[in-house]
């Protein structure tokens, strides 16, 4: 097929372009290069990537495509917190003008990476596709706002999917330091100690950034009638854990000690996702990763790349770099591109 991937320079776009190209198919991207030049290793090769908004996107841009994988966003509560309405415009409304520019464009595939966080204060049960919604962050709520849009969409020509990602973690080329076991893995290295901010009790999805892609790609390759108009949560049982269990296994991997943070304090969001949904009708989808097999990879890859703490409390953690942009005008307080290209790469340079 020939895809356009949204958001394919950044954390899950820089591990899923390969993997989509490996299994035969086309890929153009397009970013609007927020981590142009935040490189953890030499970044996908052998396709186009346009630097754009989604927002910004036309009928005309999106003609020739068989299906598009939407990942831009902002990616996370912190960053969403700085200007809610910003997040809105970009995770919600982007994501829903994104899904009917490709639709008047005669796309008929659109994969949206939604989130597991729009399921918010869920209460004891796991949670499944059917649950309702209590997302708690603007985040969250952007999620299951931009679901809601894009399913008024679905139709017999354009299938929309909803792929409810868990918390990733493992390496990519464009790493992110601010997902949990990323960064008690980082800490360990750069600072000696595995410091966690909460007492660890309560239980995290989690799934390894390169099974995301491949849900991604099983998704793409199901029938469409098994896949349309449907959400779908991503990961696996298996890597549900509490996240003092993954600080316990980052300690064992690298020697460096568990510790708590001053005022650690009990961490009251706890949930559990059911996965049995994608198991079943996607059985395509095998997630391949384990968390102790993804902590081995990334303290092979942060020793190889020389990680030093500078570059892994600023230039791999999403908040900082944007206020960087932000307060170097090179995005404006939507969020905005203000400059070229070169002006957010050069923001990088400065930053390392
Ligand atoms: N990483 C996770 O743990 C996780 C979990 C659940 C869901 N998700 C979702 O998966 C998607 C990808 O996550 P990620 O971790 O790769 O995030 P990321 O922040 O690393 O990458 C997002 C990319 O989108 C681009 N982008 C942002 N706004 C844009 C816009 N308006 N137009 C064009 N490009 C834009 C950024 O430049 C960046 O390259 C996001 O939608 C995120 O919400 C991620």
Request: charged content about 20%; glycine content about 8%; hydrophobic content about 40%.
């Amino acid at each position: 097929m020939r895809v356009l991937v949204a958001g394919d320079r950044g954390y899950i776009g820089a591990v899923l372009v390969p993997l989509f190209m490996a299994a035969g198919h086309e890929v153009v991207g397009l970013d609007a290069g927020w981590y142009d030049g935040c490189d953890f290793g030499p970044q996908p090769r052998g396709y186009v990537s346009r630097t754009g908004d989604i927002r910004d996107q036309r009928p005309a841009d999106l003609v020739g495509f068989d299906a598009v994988v939407n990942l831009a966003a902002i990616s996370n509560d912190p960053v969403g917190h700085l200007n809610p309405d910003a997040t809105y415009s970009v995770n919600d409304h982007g994501a829903a003008h994104l899904a009917r520019v490709a639709r008047d464009a005669g796309v008929t595939r659109y994969l949206f990476s939604s989130s597991c966080s729009l399921y918010g204060d869920a209460g004891d049960d796991a949670v499944t596709e059917k649950s309702d919604f209590h997302p708690v962050t603007p985040y969250g709520v952007s999620k299951a706002m931009a679901e809601q849009r894009i399913h008024a969409f679905a139709d017999s020509h354009f299938s929309p999917t909803y792929l409810r990602n868990a918390t990733a973690y493992g390496s990519s080329p464009r790493l992110r330091a601010d997902i949990v076991v990323n960064n008690l893995t980082g800490l360990a290295l750069t600072r000696g100690e595995v410091r966690l901010q909460s007492d660890g009790l309560p239980w995290r999805p989690l799934v390894h950034v390169e099974d995301i892609a491949r849900a991604f790609l099983a998704v793409l390759s199901a029938d469409r009638d098994v896949v349309h108009d449907q959400a779908f949560n991503v990961g696996r049982d298996e890597d549900v854990v509490q996240v003092r269990t993954v600080a316990e296994l980052v300690s064992e991997r690298t020697g460096a000690p568990v510790t708590f943070a001053e005022g650690a304090s009990p961490d009251t969001r706890n949930y559990r996702v059911d996965f049995g949904k994608i198991q079943s009708l996607v059985p395509a989808f095998q997630p391949a990763w384990t968390v102790s097999a993804g902590v081995d990879e990334l303290v092979r890859d942060m020793h190889r790349h020389g990680l030093t703490a500078q570059e892994f409390e600023h230039t791999f953690v999403r908040l900082e770099r944007i206020n960087r942009l932000q307060s170097e005008g090179l995005l404006d307080e939507h969020l905005r591109r203000s400059h070229d290209g070169a002006g957010l790469h050069g923001a990088v340079a400065a930053n390392q």
